[in-house]
């Protein structure tokens, strides 16, 4: 009874929060909960399967792949990490989410707290062009001077 209790406990502040919340459960392979900000994110619906997240996975460059695999291993090992992904889109263009993971070993479950940091992931991209652009402009001017 306890368990329902929190499990029903997570899923109320999950459905409140801003922020994505995903339930893996490693004796099930297979997520167990996903609030509505963690399936709007990523597309995993509560009761996703290890094929489904597979195939969201294999959607990712190598580079990001790797990246995750690093990231799965660390909060086995520490309990605790965090991970910024780049998650190609089609129409509506790449988003890129700051996860953090907590390993609760007792429940066999890996808890994920999911942000999106897409806008100012995009403003920090725009400030370094317009810097470069500044510095070229700098560096023009100093020339012919």
Known sequence: MENVDSLSLVEE?????????ILYSLNEKRITYSNPAATEMTGLMGNASQ???FSLLLTLEQSE????????????EKSTTQVQVRI??????ERYLSCRGYLISDAGIIAVVIRNITEAHQHKEYLLKYTMKKNNLLD?????I
């Open 13 to 21: 502040i999950g459905s409140l929060s801003k922020e994505g919340l």
């Open 51 to 53: 094929k489904e997240v």
């Open 65 to 76: 792949l790797e990246h995750l695999k690093k990231y799965y291993f660390e909060v086995l």
């Open 88 to 93: 190609p889109g089609q129409a509506e263009g």
């Open 140 to 144: 023009t001017l100093v020339h012919h």
